[in-house]
Structure formats: structure tokens, C-alpha cells
T-cell receptor
Framework: GQQVMQIPQYQHVQEGEDFTTYCNSS?????IQWYKQRPGGHPVFLIQ?????EVKKQKRLTFQFGEAKKNSSLHITATQTTDVGTYFC?????????????FGKGTHLIIQP | KAGVTQTPRYLIKTRGQQVTLSCSPI?????VSWYQQTPGQGLQFLFE???????NKGNFPGRFSGRQFSNSRSEMNVSTLELGDSALYLC?????????????FGPGTRLLVL
């Protein structure tokens, strides 16, 4: 099945600095989703991107889908302590004749006050 | 609406035993997916059930199995437990099946195999 690779695995930032995580695929993705998991919590849906070159914003979060639909990024401006957690991208997975979602390994965002 | 619920929340088993985990999806959701989460491997897809049928399966051995009932509740079973099966098992429900569907995750069952 298809895989999505996510980098970096860990990112340490000072509070107030920006943060970016990248998601890459070797094949074209029909769509990509982003999730956030707080420490001790479970993944929570953030957004879905479907169109080539799509850019969506949620307050300080900016999500982009590449023109070739093979990569995506999540950028957080002026990080706050509430942004701590692991950010996952998820792309389509093909297996057994049906499609589902496969998740990247996530980027752990650690914020130093 | 109530969220996805999973029982039990914590479980300790010994090698060789078997375990059954339960997941109740959000009301009206017909798809349930199961994931294994470990620090080393991240979130790995186990399988998905939709309308009582397994639609998709990840790369896990046959010791991992599941089923879905007519009310969309799902169970997963792991037989002959191994130490490496220690993980957080998450289930997620969605309205329908497919990669465009938003996954709503439950709190997970943390399994420790001794």
C-alpha cells in the first residue's frame, strides 16, 4: 500500500517561534488529512485537503497541499504551549481491494517556554 | 452526540493469552477502523469494518482479528499475545468508508503484555 513519510520526527522550538512539518508521498494522493494528538490523548481531526495547490488556514495554522498532490505541510505561526503534541498527516491506503487511510509517523512538537 | 468509546481502557496480560477489545462508534457511524500505536512504529492501520464486513486490512499477522456487529459496535481480538503487542489500541469511527472520511478516534485501550 501507499505510504506517507513525515519529517521531522521531533521539533523543539521556543514559545513564539514558528513550526513546520512536512508530509511526502511517492505517489499522487487523492487527498490528505491532518490530525493532532496531545500527550496522553487521542488523534483529533484538524483538516482535509483535496485540491492541488490548496491552502487552508485555521487561526495560526496554515495547511498546504502541493501542486503535484504528492506533499503537504502544516505551518504554525508563533507557537504557544497549547500547540504541544504530535501532528500526523494521513493519506489514502490501498489494500485488499478497498481504500482507507494510512498515517505518517508524526512530528512531535516540543515547546520550550 | 457521545464520542467513540473503548473498553477496557487499560489491560495487563501475559504472553500466550488472548485479549478482546471493544469499540462503540459514534451513533450513526457505520465504519470502524482499528490502529495500533507504539512509540517506535507510530499509528499503524490494523483493519476497517463497514456494515459488518472487513473492507481493508493492514500488514498484521493473523493473530489480530476483528468483527463488527449489526449495531456497528466492533471488537478486535489478539490471540497468543507477544511482548511486542504492548501498545495503545485505538479505534476510530466514520460515517462511511473511504479515505475522504474524517476519523473520530476513541481514547484507546492501553495493553501491556508481560
Amino acid at each position: 500500500g501507499q505510504q506517507v513519510m513525515q519529517i521531522p520526527q521531533y521539533q523543539h522550538v521556543q514559545e513564539g517561534e514558528d513550526f513546520t512539518t512536512y508530509c511526502n508521498s511517492s505517489t499522487t494522493l487523492s487527498n490528505i488529512q491532518w490530525y493532532k494528538q496531545r500527550p496522553g490523548g487521542h488523534p483529533v481531526f484538524l483538516i482535509q485537503l483535496v485540491k492541488s495547490g490548496e491552502v487552508k488556514k485555521q487561526k495560526r495554522l496554515t495547511f498546504q497541499f502541493g501542486e503535484a498532490k504528492k506533499n503537504s505541510s502544516l505551518h504554525i505561526t508563533a507557537t504557544q504551549t497549547t500547540d504541544v503534541g504530535t501532528y500526523f498527516c494521513a493519506g489514502p491506503y490501498s489494500g485488499g481491494g478497498a481504500d482507507g487511510l494510512t498515517f505518517g509517523k508524526g512530528t512531535h512538537l516540543i515547546i520550550q517556554p | 452526540k457521545a464520542g467513540v468509546t473503548q473498553t477496557p481502557r487499560y489491560l495487563i496480560k501475559t504472553r500466550g493469552q488472548q485479549v478482546t477489545l471493544s469499540c462503540s462508534p459514534i451513533s450513526g457511524h457505520r465504519s470502524v477502523s482499528w490502529y495500533q500505536q507504539t512509540p517506535g512504529q507510530g499509528l499503524q492501520f490494523l483493519f476497517e469494518y463497514f456494515s459488518e464486513t472487513q473492507r481493508n486490512k493492514g500488514n498484521f499477522p493473523g493473530r489480530f482479528s476483528g468483527r463488527q456487529f449489526s449495531n456497528s459496535r466492533s471488537e478486535m481480538n489478539v490471540s497468543t499475545l507477544e511482548l511486542g503487542d504492548s501498545a495503545l489500541y485505538l479505534c476510530a469511527s466514520s460515517l462511511a468508508s473511504g479515505p475522504l472520511e474524517t476519523q473520530y478516534f476513541g481514547p484507546g485501550t492501553r495493553l501491556l503484555v508481560l
